[in-house]
């Protein structure tokens, strides 16, 4: 009982190989509560931009999660569910903390007929990129949605191997998408997936994304034409798409997994020759020993499609290497580097890597 309900948990929260563990520390009249949380401490190279104004300077970071996850019956095959985790991080400036919430969302878990929560998580669309996403900090440069928003709903649901999650988001300002921010009066989303059973190695699984967003206009006026707060400028809407593959399991044996997705955002009637088109994608093949050890390298790639008026397009070209050791439940180190292999002249073009250890509670 105990074991189903860790698992239950951890898929209705999102959480990925490198989120923290739970820990059960109540359970009783068919109520629990997992406490989950980590503290870090990473070796960061110079041009990692971790110091401020000193770009090329080498650094130790720490950073500290703590959270709390629960379930309690309401009735036959009805749960209540909730969630919050917070994040402490002290990085190359010893006078502060940057503190921020991460998952704080509440729920019910209606057992086969799927999950709905409300509050701030994932962006539905993560569930596409999430089958690569097992590097450490420097590996994020592909990623669109791999953001925590505030004013979601979102019903989850599966069965035989197929599930479905699909997403309203509600008027929010600073809404964390695409390296940015921006104001948003209301979206929707839906992502549609197919795991197999085994075939060689592992499962292999298939996920289908299609999302929507309107960015708020508020800020828009004849002598502001710009949002002061992100590149997106005058763009009125978005929409995307998105698809990933994946096989195996990560971290036992040989996995592989590759994603694509673009957001294509459309400018005002005015400002037309503002419209952006940003393309990104990933694949991971990866190799996890019975000794905790996993060796993993990927692609990446961003582009910044931007309209002929508005200058050269903006292109990431990432390779990320890392070996971690996962030495027991509760303790992980990891190298990673991360090499340059062609972006365009405006993009950090530096090879960079980390060192870190990681105790989980």
Do not use: C
Not at 27 to 50: E, F
Not at 79 to 95: A, I, M, P, R, T
Not at 200 to 215: D, E, H, M, N, T
Not at 318 to 337: E, I, S
């Amino acid at each position: 009982m105990k074991n189903s309900i860790k698992l239950l948990a951890a898929a209705v929260a999102g959480v990925s190989a490198l989120s923290a563990s739970a820990a059960q520390i109540y359970n009783k009249n068919d109520t629990t509560l997992d406490v989950t949380g980590y503290v870090d401490a990473v070796y960061w190279s110079g041009h990692t931009n971790q110091v401020k104004g000193a770009s090329g300077d080498a650094t130790i970071g720490n950073r500290t999660r703590f959270g709390l996850q629960g379930r309690t019956k309401i009735a036959e095959n009805i749960y209540g569910l909730g969630k919050f985790e917070h994040q402490w991080q002290n990085v190359g400036d010893s006078s502060g903390t940057n503190e921020t919430t991460r998952d704080q969302w509440v729920g019910l878990d209606f057992t086969q007929g799927g999950v709905i929560k409300a509050g701030r998580f994932l962006n539905n669309e993560y569930k596409i990129e999430s089958v690569t996403d097992y590097f450490e900090r420097l590996g994020g440069y592909g990623e669109s949605f791999a953001t925590r928003n505030s004013g979601k709903l979102n019903y989850s649901v599966s069965y035989a191997g197929f599930s479905g999650a699909f997403e309203y988001q509600t008027a929010t300002n600073n809404y964390s998408f695409n390296d940015a921010s921006v104001d948003v009066d209301h979206g929707f989303s839906a992502v549609l997936g197919y795991i197999s059973p085994a075939v060689l190695f592992g499962p292999i699984g298939v996920q289908l994304s299609a999302g929507y967003l309107k960015f708020q206009d508020d800020s828009i006026t004849e002598a502001n034409p710009f949002r002061s707060n992100t590149q997106f400028g005058v763009l009125d809407h978005e929409n995307s798409f998105g698809a990933s593959l994946s096989w195996g399991t990560f971290g036992k044996g040989l996995y592989l997994g590759t994603w694509f997705d673009q957001v294509k955002a459309e400018a005002y009637s005015d400002y037309r020759d503002k419209d952006l088109t940003i393309k990104n994608s990933e694949s991971i093949v990866a190799y996890g020993f019975t000794n905790g050890v996993v060796l993993q390298a990927a692609y990446q790639f961003k582009d910044y499609d931007k309209r002929e008026s508005q200058g050269t397009n903006k292109v990431y070209r990432k390779v990320p290497l890392m070996v971690a050791w996962n030495l027991n439940p509760n303790f992980r180190v990891w190298a990673d580097d991360v090499i340059d292999a062609g972006s365009t002249d405006d993009v950090d073009d530096n090879n960079v890597f980390s060192v870190g250890a990681r105790y989980i509670f």
